[in-house]
């Protein structure tokens, strides 16, 4: 293992702010896995950025002992691509949820991705509007009943994971507030990777919408409900996994194991440039009911929008020299009048 | 070249309007008109006018575009008022322009457009060549497209590359007119055409064509020179204002040793700004074409807790979507300067033509309290000077500025004496890079001078911080539903703002100090005020007036100018908003002269108007 240029502890990354989510809540520790992986991630506290929206998990800039922006409802993406485009040298996070991500922030969620800014974005998923105290939210259950929507909301949910491939995001990946290990794990996939990665984070909110993810986490019924994918690995799940994911004519499939031939099970490749897989695969499940992928959908190279403006900037001085104000006033052409 | 029966007329000052269909090259016309009268010496003022739609159907009303320079052997500060001369390349064009035409004016038909059909899709019933409303103007017509189709037969070019030409020959026939050597306007066709070497030959002969038939037709051997005018020595530069902006971010970013950014989203008459600074890479400018006004003010933002110099550009609908984001920069008192090109409103409006009416939103449209400084261009070589002002109000005092430009100032051009850019002021900014307190960072302690906070860049150890729109506890910057603090936070934001009375430009009084009538502008009314004073003043009609730069917060003697006059007159492009601040503030009994039909005021209009209140 190359050596770690800074390491922190963790209380090194709190701040000294008292954290005000709701006792139970899924955030604290979202805030745990992330201030520990933060600690051992080589990079300086002074050059890491969080930027984050309107919502509960907004507040989680005030909590890192780094710098940090708590912006607009929904303005996150766009703001931190200010800052990273500014000073690549940055490593930029966006805390931001379901509400704030895809509901008032959706276009520059999508822009951001597309533009392969290098942010890494994590949304948390609590499939409600919790800071305005239980409204249905973007990604929250046709039927559901709240506040808002007394007979139950009438509204086709955002499959976050489906929208952000089809924004062209370079990174997608899928966690669960209490998997810290999963988290932790995508979290380094994320640092590394170069241009925008989108995580999105199932997290409980016990006060409005309490074990909305349970079976992705309630020990009878998780084996059954997570389908873990693992790069380069054969995609089976459930107890002794006795299902297995196959693709046929492009699309994710569940089977049982026993009826396929081993050949026939899907291998996981992150790397696929065709988003076409990764798409199919996100359309197992529409929220966390049922059979569920987790892990890394798709992390493919391309150039980022930081870089690739940078690149244009260092081409122009080397072509044209760095800029002179009294050349730039002169450029379209003088006369002298004496 | 000189004609035996040529006579030349020297006259002190002209004012010619090209007008055409969208795609007949007006705009390129009057731009090398232009460009050659101010190599000439020249000095000059231009008004393009385009329609908002990009290709209206060929020859209706609907579809004509326009460009009118005035040139002088004196200093002038507008485009003149009505024409003297409108070269009219079809009947629509005629019919949208004739009723400015100046009596006994010029007019130069291009008598091959003036088919039937064009004259009915112009809106006329009889051909207005026989109807007689021609009468009372001195009617030349040009075969131009005959002209042009016999000039460039030699030339293997489809028949509608041959009539684009007809341009040339227009400006070929003017330049002849006024006197103007077709030399400048030759070299630029050599190098805009320079990989389309045939095209550069029948354009330079296109023009020749028009400049000969100027020789040749005895109608035209009266012709007219405008001589050099006196300005004062210098270099000078043609320059609208849409540039003048553009550069004077670029000067504030260097003098203040900080990289610009620009985030904006594509709005007329703004887009020019994001044109002119994504070509300036190597100043180290990023441009930042967003995904929509808010992301463009969002990123800025973000730029600037960053350390660039942020500007977000844009017109009035889009400075109301930018309204939250400008809030977010006020309360975490990061520097941004927010510009806002104004056009005529509301919603979608007049979006190729000028009003002031922004004003009374640049001082309040954001919910809460939230004052920012107000600063706006008088002329488009004034948009230098004001940008590089609104940046340096920026950063000094750590706030959001909003810049007001208009389209007359934008598009509008005029000779710049370029200055000298050593001359032009260092910029302070609040960089902190170490502790300022023994106990650790304070990002909320302010300068004792500016009340500025201190502005901490991330890359900088030990001083880690977080900014946001939630009400912030003195000094320590913390989250703080405090009362007594949301109290003080709120008056301090607005003290930071008037302070700034302290630190700008006292308002000048222009023209007789003596006389009993003040008038009192701000922004690009600027050289139709001044000459309408002036004509007056001429007259020995006793006026004066002053003209606001900053419009939050006003200049510190504006209470003491305003008391030396009986009546103050404010002439503006909306309904009276500056009015209202100024009789609200100054409890003055102030009297606007108004209009909002999406034309800038014409000096005689003014110089008329301001006679009349004066005589009352």
């Not at chain 1, 966006?94 to 509400?99: E, K, M």
């Not at chain 2, 040009?142 to 037969?153: D, F, G, H, I, Q």
């Not at chain 2, 709005?267 to 808010?294: G, R, Y």
């Amino acid at each position: 293992m190359s050596k770690i240029p800074v390491t922190y502890k963790r209380t090194d990354l709190q701040s000294d702010q008292e954290v005000k989510w709701c006792p139970g809540c899924g955030d604290y520790t979202i805030l745990a896995s992330v201030q520990n992986f933060m600690a051992e991630m080589g990079i300086s506290k002074e050059k890491i950025v969080f930027v984050s929206g309107i919502g509960c998990a907004a507040r989680f800039p005030y909590y890192m002992n780094t710098y940090g922006v708590h912006s607009i409802h929904g303005r996150a993406p766009a703001v931190a691509t200010g800052v990273s485009v500014s000073n690549p040298d940055l490593s930029v996070w966006v805390v931001s949820g379901d509400g704030d991500a895809l509901s008032i922030g959706g276009n520059h969620l999508i822009h951001a991705l597309r533009k392969n800014v290098n942010i890494k974005i994590l949304m948390f998923n609590n499939q409600i509007y919790g800071l305005t105290k239980g409204q249905y939210s973007p990604t929250s259950e046709e039927g559901k009943k709240t506040k808002s929507s007394p007979f139950g909301s009438v509204e086709m949910p955002l499959n976050p994971m489906s929208l952000a491939i089809g924004a062209e995001a370079t990174f997608v990946a899928r966690s669960i507030d209490m998997d810290r290990d999963l988290t932790a794990g995508i979290l380094e996939e994320a640092k590394n990777h170069k241009g925008s990665a989108f995580v999105e984070i199932y997290q409980n909110c016990n006060v409005f919408n309490d074990k909305a993810f349970e079976q992705l986490t309630n020990k009878e019924t998780k084996v059954a409900n997570r389908i873990n994918l693992v790069h380069g690995e054969k995609t089976v799940f459930g107890e002794d996994g006795h299902k297995a994911v196959v693709i046929r004519n492009g699309i994710a499939q569940i089977v049982d194991t026993k009826d396929v031939d081993e050949s026939e099970i899907y291998v996981h490749n992150i790397h696929e440039e065709n988003p076409s897989i990764a798409f199919s695969l996100s359309r197992l499940s529409h929220g966390p009911y049922g059979p569920t992928p987790l892990g890394v959908f798709r992390k493919v190279q391309r150039d980022t929008f930081t870089e690739e403006v940078h690149g244009q900037i260092d081409n122009a001085k080397e072509q044209k020299g760095e800029g002179e104000l009294d050349k730039l006033i002169r450029s379209l052409g003088t006369w002298d009048v004496s | 070249m000189e004609i035996e029966n040529k006579t030349v007329e020297s006259i002190p000052a002209i004012t010619i309007r090209f007008a055409g269909d969208s795609g007949d090259g007006m705009q390129l016309v009057g731009t090398r008109f232009t460009d050659t009268s101010a190599v000439f010496g020249n000095d000059l003022a231009t008004l393009p006018a385009f329609p908002a739609e990009i290709r209206a159907p060929q020859g209706t009303i609907a579809g004509v575009s326009s460009f009118q320079v005035q040139i002088a052997d004196f200093d002038i500060l507008t485009p003149g008022d009505n024409p003297d001369v409108l070269v009219a390349m079809n009947p629509a064009a005629l019919k949208a322009h004739l009723h400015d035409l100046a009596p006994n004016g010029m007019l130069i038909l291009n008598e091959d457009a003036f088919e039937e059909k064009n004259i009915t899709k112009a809106g006329y019933k009889v051909d207005p060549r026989e109807s007689g409303e021609l009468d009372g103007y001195r009617v030349f017509q040009v075969p131009m497209e005959k002209l042009t189709k016999e000039a460039l037969e030699e030339f293997d070019l489809p028949g509608r590359a041959v009539l684009r030409s007809k341009n040339m020959v227009a400006l070929g026939l003017i330049s002849w007119t006024f006197n103007r050597p077709l030399e400048d306007t030759e070299n630029w066709i050599n190098d805009k055409f320079s990989k389309l070497p045939e095209i550069a030959k029948a354009n330079i002969k296109a023009l020749k064509t028009g400049y000969n038939f100027g020789i040749t037709v005895e109608a035209f051997h009266h012709t007219y020179v405008v001589e050099k005018a006196a300005l004062p020595a210098g270099e000078y530069t043609n320059i609208n204002g849409n540039i003048g902006l553009s550069w004077g971010l670029i000067a504030a970013a260097k003098k203040a040793n900080l990289d610009l950014f620009y985030g904006s989203y594509p709005i007329t008459p703004a887009s020019d700004i994001l044109h002119e600074l994504s070509k300036h890479k190597n100043f180290n400018v990023i441009t930042f074409q967003a995904e929509d006004e808010i992301a463009a003010a969002a990123a800025s933002v973000g730029a600037s807790f960053t350390g660039k110099l942020a500007v977000t550009g844009t017109s009035g609908p889009g400075l109301a979507l930018k309204s939250e984001t400008i809030s977010l920069a006020l309360s975490a008192e990061l520097p941004l300067v927010i510009v806002n090109v104004q056009r005529g409103g509301p919603s979608t409006g007049l979006p190729t033509k000028p009003e002031q009416s922004d004003l009374m939103f640049a001082l309040y449209g954001r919910h809460g309290e939230s004052p920012l400084p107000v600063v706006a261009a008088k002329s488009p070589s004034h948009a230098f000077y004001a940008a590089y002002e609104a940046s340096r109000i920026a950063l000094k005092y750590m706030t959001p500025v909003i810049l007001l430009s208009d389209n007359y100032v934008a598009t509008g051009s005029e000779p710049w004496n370029l200055p000298n850019t050593e001359e032009l002021s260092e910029l302070e900014t609040n960089i902190i890079t170490k502790l300022n307190t023994e106990d650790g960072f304070l990002p909320f302690l302010r300068n004792v001078d500016t009340f500025a906070r201190p502005w901490a860049l991330p890359g900088t150890p030990g001083l880690e911080y977080r900014v946001g729109g939630l009400e912030k506890e003195e000094g320590t910057g913390n989250v703080s539903y405090d009362a007594a603090n949301h109290q003080y936070m709120t008056d301090m934001r607005a003290w930071k703002v008037s302070n700034i009375a302290n630190d700008i430009d006292k308002l000048e009084i222009h023209g007789d100090e003596s006389a009993d009538t003040l008038v009192l502008g701000w922004g690009s009314t600027y050289g139709g005020i001044t000459q309408a004073v002036n004509r007056l003043n001429e007259k020995g009609v006793k006026v004066a007036s002053a003209h606001f730069v900053h419009l939050n917060p006003f200049p510190d003697n504006t209470l003491e100018v305003i008391s030396k006059f009986k009546k103050v007159i404010i002439p503006e492009l909306n309904t009276g908003q500056l009015l209202k601040l100024v009789r609200e503030a100054f409890l003055v009994d102030a009297r606007g002269i108004n209009k909002v039909s999406g034309e800038p005021f014409t000096a005689q209009e003014l110089t008329d108007k301001i006679e009349a209140i004066i005589n009352e």
